[in-house]
């Protein structure tokens, strides 16, 4: 595929095509853990590292989306866990296993809880002692990975485990090994896929949760922009229903 603007929209819609005929299962299995958990009064709690990070910005706190939902960010072990800022200094932050218990309990998830996870590789340390924990505390996990990449690396964590291998649903983001799409004939890739199919599948559910609870004769918790008259209110009103839960920062 040729290395141009116009090469990469004609290879992420070939991704984004199949997605769109091969996911629609596990999209519609994901969708509905989420209303079951939201039904018990549960939250939507998602959590992604580095640029999967960006999923769970994508699912809790935006315009268009669920109200009841949380983001767990590495960030949250200095903002809420008192460590020293410079832990974050860490590159490889995410391959340490030690960050998962703090950060769950961080999070102050209750029992009928739904947890997102996001990871292309799906084989870090922080990432799979997490799925372990959530597994192990009795919540349903939803990931978001890479089948053809994770499959294709090692894990690294003790246990020998992938995201993939402890989730209760698997959705595919369709990207590539090593996630860059666009081959250079000098070696490598350039534009790679999982931000724009991951923040595909993020909507792909809300979509189908939003479908299932209006079809059901309810409404649906839904944030409006903040930046339209009566955002504010309307956001606020229904963050009320979670006082103490849902935790929104700059």
Same mark, same amino acid.
């Given at each position: ?26 999209? !519609? ?7 079951? &958990?939201? +039904?018990?009064?549960?939250? @939507? ?22 109200v ?8 949250? /072990?200095?903002?809420? #866990? ?5 832990? @974050?200094?860490? =590159?490889? /932050? ?12 961080? &999070?102050?998830? +209750? ?6 996870? &996001?990871?292309q590789?799906?084989?870090?340390? #922080?990432?799979?002692?997490m ?5 192990q ?10 089948? =053809?990449?994770?499959?294709? %690396? ?26 860059? /799409?666009?081959?250079?004939?000098s070696?490598? *890739?350039?534009?790679?896929? !999982?931000?724009?199919?991951? *923040? $595909?599948?993020?909507? $792909?559910?809300?979509?189908? %949760?939003? +479908? +299932?609870?209006?079809? &059901?004769?309810?409404? *649906?918790? %839904? ?7 009566g955002?504010? =209110? ?17």
């Open positions: 595929m040729t290395v141009t603007a116009h090469g990469y929209v004609s290879a992420i819609q070939t991704v984004i095509d199949r997605i769109a005929t091969t996911q629609v299962g596990n999209v !519609s299995q994901a969708a509905d853990h989420i209303v079951t &958990a939201l +039904r018990a009064g549960g939250l @939507l709690q998602a959590f992604g590292t580095g640029h999967s990070e960006a999923v769970a910005v994508d699912f809790a706190g935006r315009a268009g989306g669920l009841p939902t949380n983001k767990i960010l590495l960030r949250d /072990l200095v903002v809420y #866990g008192g460590q020293d800022p410079q832990i @974050l200094e860490d =590159e490889k /932050l995410e391959r340490d296993p030690r960050i998962a218990a703090q950060l769950y309990e961080i &999070a102050a998830p +209750r029992p009928e809880d739904v947890f997102v996870m &996001a990871s590789s799906g084989i870090n340390g #922080g990432i799979v002692e799925a372990l924990l959530i597994k505390r009795g919540h349903k996990l939803i990931a978001i990975t890479s089948v =053809e990449h994770t499959e294709r %690396v090692s894990p690294r964590h003790p246990s020998g485990k992938r995201l993939a291998d402890i989730a209760d649903v698997v959705l595919d983001n369709g990207a590539p090994y090593g996630d860059a /799409l666009l081959s250079l004939d070696g490598g *890739a350039v534009c790679p896929v !999982s931000s724009v199919t991951n *923040a $595909l599948m993020a909507q $792909l559910v809300v979509a189908e %949760v939003v +479908r +299932r609870i209006e079809a &059901a004769g309810e409404v *649906a918790p %839904v944030y409006l922009s903040a930046n339209v008259p955002g504010d =209110e309307h956001n606020h009103t229904l963050e009320s229903r979670y006082a103490g839960r849902v935790r929104r920062t700059a």
